[in-house]
Structure formats: C-alpha cells, structure tokens
C-alpha cells in the first residue's frame, strides 16, 4: 500500500448499538494487515442514535470494538440517523459520542457530506476536526475542515 501512495486509512469498526452483527467482520483482518505495512491506521463508526445517552452509549460500544487495536488511534464518526432531527438536536448527538471518545483518549473527527454539513447539523458548535465528503474537483464547503474527499 505505500508504494501506492497511499498515506493512511480509516476502517470501519462499527455502526449502531453493540450487537455482534454490528461489528464490521474486517476490522480486524484490516486493522492487522494496515498496520504491518506501517501506515497509519484510524477507525470509524456509523452512529444511529438519536439521543444523547443513546450516542454515549454507541460510543462506549464503538470503544470496546477499538480497544483490542490496544493503540489510540484516531476516530472518526459519521452518522446517519433514522427518523428526522433537529440540527441542533443531531448536534448535539454527535458531540456527545464524539466527547466520550475523547475523554478516552482519541483524536475524534465527524465525517460527514456537503449536504449533512449544510442543513442537518451545526459543525461549527463542534470542536472537531471536518472531515468533508464531496466528490467534486473542489470542495464547496464555506465552513472549516481538517480533511477533504
């Protein structure tokens, strides 16, 4: 992979609420072979929760599926929620998994596309990196961001 260019990944460890089945089966196996090539290796979660204690909770759930990695590697969430939220309700979801990571220890980042950026949450209440999710030649998001794709 580093002969390729490639300069780092983030796996998908899991989305929603602990369940076995919402473990992604390839964390691991991925997490293993990233790592033996040297690159760094990050991990995200597809959160649905619609709450704040059920966002504490996926993210209690998302830090149990990371802990074997036993490293800190840095997060990201995305979230994809079921049923419509106010922004600043789903602002506040996001903030309040992406602050139990934290405290953690991790590095945390919210992905999330132009369109999420613009009308379903407040990313600027945030203190975390953006990562924006455009496929376009530039990136037309007017607000701050760490990471474009």
Not at 70 to 85: A, D, H, Q, V, Y
């Amino acid at each position: 992979m580093k002969g390729t260019g490639i300069h780092y990944a983030i796996l998908r460890s899991s989305f929603g609420s602990p369940d076995p089945s919402q473990v992604d089966n390839q964390f691991e196996n991925n997490y293993k072979g990233t790592r033996v090539t040297g690159i760094p290796v990050g991990a995200y979660h597809y959160g649905y929760a619609v709450s704040e204690i059920g966002a504490r909770h996926e993210a209690r759930f998302f830090l149990d599926t990371i802990k074997a990695s036993n490293t800190k590697i840095p997060s990201i969430t995305t979230w994809r929620t079921m049923g419509t939220l106010c922004r600043q309700t789903l602002t506040n979801v996001i903030k309040a998994f992406c602050s139990e990571v934290e405290k953690a220890g991790y590095y945390v980042g919210v992905y999330a596309s132009l369109s999420w950026l613009d009308s379903k949450f407040y990313p600027d209440q945030l203190p975390y990196d953006i990562w924006a999710a455009q496929y376009f030649t530039e990136c037309q998001y007017s607000g701050q961001y760490g990471m474009w794709q």
